[in-house]
């Protein structure tokens, strides 16, 4: 199989891959065509169907396996298909497994490590409220260790949202130990905490795109909420406390115009948003330098929108 993370500009490709989206649009001299999506457990790639009407395009859907062939272009510093010829095939003829993509990671192994860590929260309000949702919450922690973080961009993959929350909560234990005057069972908590929202932000794969509730209100929102709902049913948890870390929740990505109700006001929240940050612009970073962009023989990949700049391999 010709995965999509090999593929590269100038080939002539014929491969079944998993149609993640289609819709229909319009060119400006007002033809129709397809906007397509096809994915497999390396990454996604973008396609078109110029004339949808020609012979060799049969009917397909969103979420169906399809053999396609067509020529890889480069567009917009992105690798694209134009689609020839498309056809359906059964689920029965191809492995579910490589169309899925996942983290590198033992998620067992993972999830063992982030439950150390909600041991080793000594204030037992926020002790008790990270075993209701992570060690009683059977349902809620098998979804948070198998889901997403994200669409695109970071960790969009099985495994992607544990494996970026455990990252987080290591980075934060290790300003704690910096930085003495960190509260660390305030920041280790909202560490942990910090994306739950994104478990129903986000459905499952194969679509791995946002839920209704996850356009209107955000992971950002929705996880504080959820704290609250926690909080209702510990006895007198402390009001300060609960602000305090709700408040780290609704500030970790640091600014307004990024999506954040709150900006940090407690030192908790900052290192929380240096940490979310940090983990999520390496991984981009990492992401980038390991997808189907072509290099030139001085590394240079090219612009890459997110950084704003034109990016280079690392000499070796």
């Known amino acids: 199989m010709k995965f999509i993370e090999a593929l590269r500009e100038g080939e002539r490709v014929q ?6 989206q289609k819709t229909t649009a319009m060119t400006k001299t007002g033809k129709e065509y397809e906007n397509v999506i096809l994915q497999d457990k390396t990454g996604s790639l973008d396609a078109k169907i110029w004339d949808p009407g020609s012979m060799g395009i049969d009917d397909f859907e969103a979420l169906d396996y399809v053999e396609v062939g067509g020529d890889i272009s480069m567009y917009n510093g992105q690798l694209q298909m134009s689609i020839k010829r498309a056809r359906k095939v059964s689920e029965s003829d191809v492995n579910p ?29 926020y002790k ?63 560490a942990i905490c910090h994306d739950i929202g994104k478990v129903y932000e986000l459905s499952d794969f194969p679509m791995n795109d946002y839920t209704d509730a996850g356009q209107l209100l955000g992971h950002i929102v929705m996880g504080s909420e959820m ?28 600014e307004l115009e990024y999506g954040s109700p709150k900006k940090p006001a407690l030192i908790e929240a900052l290192a929380l948003n240096f940490a979310d940050n940090t983990d999520a612009k390496l991984q981009t970073m ?31």
Request: aromatic share 10%; charged share 25%.
């Open 286 to 316: 990492k992401e980038f330098l390991n997808s189907n962009v072509t290099a030139t023989e001085d590394q240079w990949l090219g612009y890459n929108r997110l950084f704003e700049s034109n990016i280079r391999k690392t000499s070796k």
């Open 15 to 20: 491969e079944v891959y998993l149609c993640k």
């Open 128 to 190: 008790q409220l990270l075993t209701s949702l992570f060690i009683d919450n059977k349902e809620f922690s098998q979804a948070f260790k198998k889901h997403s973080a994200a669409k695109s961009v970071h960790h969009g993959f099985i495994g992607g949202l544990l494996e970026h929350t455990l990252s987080v909560t290591k980075l934060c234990d290790f300003y704690t130990k910096q930085y003495p005057l960190l509260n660390r069972d305030l920041l280790i908590t909202a």
């Open 97 to 125: 497994a490589d169309y899925l993509p996942c983290t590198d990671q033992n998620m067992d192994d993972m999830m063992a490590e982030l439950l150390k860590f909600v041991v080793s929260v000594e204030n037992p309000y």
């Open 227 to 254: 704290i609250s709902d926690i909080i209702k049913t510990i006895p007198e948890f402390p009001k300060k406390m609960a602000n305090e870390l709700k408040h780290c929740i609704l500030a970790h990505h640091g």
